[in-house]
């Protein structure tokens, strides 16, 4: 998997990597239908929810 970049909105990242949407809901995070989605990138949801970036990325790279 390449390195995702981080400056993109989540609308983009979610088309790019759907398992992306499908981890984030699981954690009750819905960006595939928020309409903030088109402007927050990874970084702003990862900030907002108190995520950890590393653990999210690892789970993306464990499904894609």
């Known amino acids: 998997m390449e390195p995702?970049?981080?400056n993109r909105n989540m609308a983009d990242l979610i088309q790019e990597y759907p398992?992306?949407?499908a981890i984030l809901a699981e954690?009750?995070?819905d960006c595939a239908d928020c309409?903030?989605?088109c402007a927050d990138t990874l970084e702003d949801v990862v900030r907002m929810y108190h995520?950890?970036?590393n653990d999210l990325l690892r789970q993306l790279r464990q499904v894609s």
Do not use: F, P
């Open 27 to 29: 954690m009750g995070i």
């Open 51 to 53: 995520l950890d970036m």
């Open 35 to 37: 309409l903030a989605s």
């Open 19 to 21: 398992h992306l949407g």
């Open 4 to 6: 995702i970049d981080l």
